[in-house]
T-cell receptor, first 112, second 110 residues
Framework: DGGITQSPKYLFRKEGQNVTLSCEQN?????MYWYRQDPGQGLRLIYY???????QKGDIAEGYSVSREKKESFPLTVTSAQKNPTAFYLC???????????FGSGTQLSVL | GQQLNQSPQSMFIQEGEDVSMNCTSS?????WLWYKQDPGEGPVLLIA?????ELTSNGRLTAQFGITRKDSFLNISASIPSDVGIYFC??????????FGKGTRLSVIA
């Protein structure tokens, strides 16, 4: 079945550690996105990529990094510079343009 | 970035009641979208609206694209327990990513 797969579902980070969240899609979508969700804050855009080997910062990119080496994959690294990383992270994709996003099932990141 | 004002923030309703929520913006949007998020999952698209004044239904859900293109409304009729979740509005305005509201958390009391 076509869809977006995020892994792991739950992730724990130690102080000073970088962690990488995986996002893979087999929908042949061109554009991929990463959102952060905090309780009561809605969805805030971290990074997005409209084509391979290109990506743009969203509203809260500081402390995060991404790569887009393949069309199907858009991993997000939460670096040690992100001092408050505990949140629910959502990956999404769409064909072209920015409407009708399809979301993965999310990764809950917590700090040990 | 742009902001959408979504209200109410939360609602507690009895099973069988109708629900209304809305989204407003100071900016014009070309497309309005409504998503529902179940706990611990990603949002799922419910309805997409493409034209000012458009009224679209999906089962018990009805959404409207405001005439001014600055607002949208979502109504749920005869609510049931599985309607529980967070409902997000989102607006699209050209070659920029979707802008999301902060969500309306719906709780249904059986």
């Amino acid at each position: 079945d076509g869809g977006i797969t995020q892994s792991p579902k739950y992730l724990f980070r130690k102080e000073g550690q970088n962690v990488t969240l995986s996002c893979e899609q087999n929908l042949n979508h061109d554009a991929m996105y990463w959102y952060r969700q905090d309780p009561g804050q809605g969805l805030r855009l971290i990074y997005y990529s409209q084509i391979v080997n290109d990506f743009q910062k969203g509203d809260i990119a500081e402390g995060y990094s991404v790569s887009r080496e393949k069309k199907e994959s858009f991993p997000l690294t939460v670096t040690s510079a992100q001092k408050n990383p505990t949140a629910f992270y959502l990956c999404a994709s769409t064909m072209t343009g920015h409407e009708k996003l399809f979301f993965g099932s999310g990764t809950q990141l917590s700090v040990l | 970035g742009q902001q959408l004002n979504q209200s109410p923030q939360s609602m507690f309703i009895q099973e069988g009641e109708d629900v209304s929520m809305n989204c407003t913006s100071s900016s014009i949007f070309n497309t309005w979208l409504w998503y529902k998020q179940d706990p611990g999952e990603g949002p799922v698209l419910l309805i997409a609206l493409y034209k000012a004044g458009e009224l679209t239904s999906n089962g018990r859900l009805t959404a409207q694209f405001g005439i001014t293109r600055k607002d949208s409304f979502l109504n749920i009729s005869a609510s049931i327990p599985s309607d529980v979740g967070i409902y997000f509005c989102a607006g699209e305005s050209g070659n920029t990513p979707l802008v999301f509201g902060k969500g309306t958390r719906l709780s249904v009391i059986a």
